[in-house]
């Protein structure tokens, strides 16, 4: 199997959600009890975005709830670094609790959130774990070598290169390690940012990132995949060349941010098919599937 776009893509848009926003996009996914969980990005019209989620049987017809599960006004203990949005959260299961990693938006630039819950009713909301700027954090979803791990993409003058980094507890972090700088002359050449929790296989850790180039008055933003070594994962064993989704399709071309698709998370079934759920031109949810044999495969 390679890459297939599902036939009745978009799945959400806009009219899905009972309530009034702007646009729906980039959600976070995770399989929850016997759903398909997706936590959506809802940008409402006053441009602020909150989160809501989005419930399906079959991972592919999905009902969007009828309020918000997480508004920037519930982060009471750091509401000022949350106050123009809460955006693009990746969703990994860690020791039967699931930890939310998103970015929160304010005058203070982007900076990234941890929040964890165990029902996606109840949230212990702990705040930033990063300085801005920094954005697209995802957690691996076991230790490796005693140490919890993430990934981030902190912006430093110019560069835009993706990081990890280690905490004994999620909440405090350091041991920082550089991971992955855009490929100069490439599809990824101005920015480069991870997607998705990575996928551990017998291969080592799978994960998928967004690659940027700018073109004239915009930006073009695909989606690539690295393969990380299970004990070292700073030691990068493969990476695409080329990127293996790129928007083509008038819903990835056409919308709020032009020639976008960008993916924060996936679902791996037990057969080794992969569901990834991610967004056209910033305006709504698409689904695309493959499998671990050849995301693995492209990596080489
Ligand atoms: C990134 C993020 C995403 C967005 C993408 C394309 O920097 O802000 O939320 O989908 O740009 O506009």
Redesign the pocket.
Known sequence: MAIHRYKNNPIIVKENVPFNVNSV??PGVTKYRDEYLLLCRVEMPNGRSSLVLARSKDGYNFKVDALPVLTPEMHQNCYDYVKWGI??VRITLIENKYYLTYTGYSKYMPLVILTETEDFSNFIIHGPISEPSNKNCALFPEKINGFYWKIDRPSAESRKDIWLSQSPDLLHWGKYKFLAEPFQGSWEQDKIGSSSPPIKTDEGWLMLYHGVRGFGLGSI?KIGVLLLDLNEPWKIKGRTKAPILQPEMEYERVGD?MN?V?SCGWIKEDNGDVKIYY?GA?TNICLAETSIDFLLSVCK
Request: glycine fraction near 0%; hydrophobic fraction near 40%; charge should be negative.
């Open positions: 996009f980039n955006e693009d933003y941010v976008v960008f967004s910033d």
